[in-house]
């Protein structure tokens, strides 16, 4: 299942609307047949492993991620490929939270006979496919948000300076995050302090998410570097009615996308209609890469779904520098923003640590 769920990530980002699912089959202690969902209206992961193990099926074992389908989409039921090819067992790491299968798909397996194992690497199956969940549930994208801090707690120092906070090793995982995600989040402020790309770039490649601008008065330089037209698609700006119509049709002219939006009670774009429109172009993994304007409200609005703080071993040693939120927080303590399934690792000397939103 562990095999499987690293073929599963090599799908994340490119899959959406569906879910990034791998498989594995396994014949005796043999690895016979592996496949992943690549994108949709492509096969699942399970015809990939089936087809890769070619005629050797019969009475193997078959190890996947997320419950195979039992419904005609763009492609045929798994689960009857799964029966066709005489499979004995199938463990299944999670089932599917989308209500035209919910169960559906394991319930038909064991009316033929195929015995089902549900359950196994459950939490990390079930992690992997939050953005889905979220997306097909809610219609909205999944948001985690990423920051990097000093181990007292800011951001930059009261001069701006953020370059960089945290290691070369830290820098790379992001950009892998920026990778597996369909879209990336910032803000004007961003742009005008650091000059922002937002591109992936790794040494094996990769691909450029949708960047998106939340930029309420149309601010935006026109020598941006994220305007610039050597990246892959320029980005999404979203804005409000307080932007001149003149900017908006000078960013139109060089092939950027502009959306009005309504504006929440401090003037700023409404980040709640912000994730509907997104939900409805099919986003479902969002990475909020920002300052603490943004992040502040992005927090208390509940967009935020997950958090992503890398920790540098580096005292700024004052009050004058960027937090990592601004604006308001909670009075009360038994009223702050709770974390769950909370992970951590590092990377040289920097720690990461993850958690879920309550």
Sequence with gaps: MQQALDLARKGEGRTSPNPPVGAVVVSGAEVIGTGFHPAAGEPHAEIFALNAAGDRTDGADLYVTLEPCNHHGRTGPCTEAIIKAGIRRVFVGCSDPNPVVAGKGIERLRSFGVKVVAGLLESSCRRLIAPFKKHILTGLPFVTLKTAMTLDGQTATHTGDSQWV????????????????????????????????????????????LRIVVDSQLRIPARA???????????????????????????????????????????????????????????????????????????????????????APKLLGGEDGFPV??????????????????????????????????
């Design 225 to 311: 570097q994220i305007l610039s037209p050597d990246t892959a698609r320029l980005p999404l700006i979203a804005t409000t009615s307080a932007a001149h119509n003149s900017r908006i049709e000078e960013l139109h002219d060089i092939g950027v996308e502009v959306i009005l939006l309504d504006s929440d009670p401090d003037g700023r774009v409404s980040l709640i209609d912000l994730m509907r429109y997104l939900g409805q172009r099919n986003i479902q993994s969002l990475l909020l890469e920002a300052g603490s304007v943004l992040n502040g409200a992005a927090l208390r609005s509940g967009i935020v779904d997950r958090v992503a703080f890398f920790i």
């Design 325 to 358: 939120f601004s604006g308001g927080g909670v009075t009360l303590l038994k009223d702050a923003v709770v974390l769950q399934d909370i992970r951590s690792c590092s990377f040289g000397n920097d720690i990461l640590i993850e958690g879920e939103v309550v």
């Design 166 to 209: 945290t290691g070369e090793l830290s820098r790379l995982y992001v950009h892998r995050m920026r990778n597996r995600s369909d879209a990336i989040l910032t803000g004007i402020g961003s742009i005008l302090a650091d000059d922002s790309r937002l591109t992936t770039r790794l040494p094996e490649g990769g691909r450029d998410a």
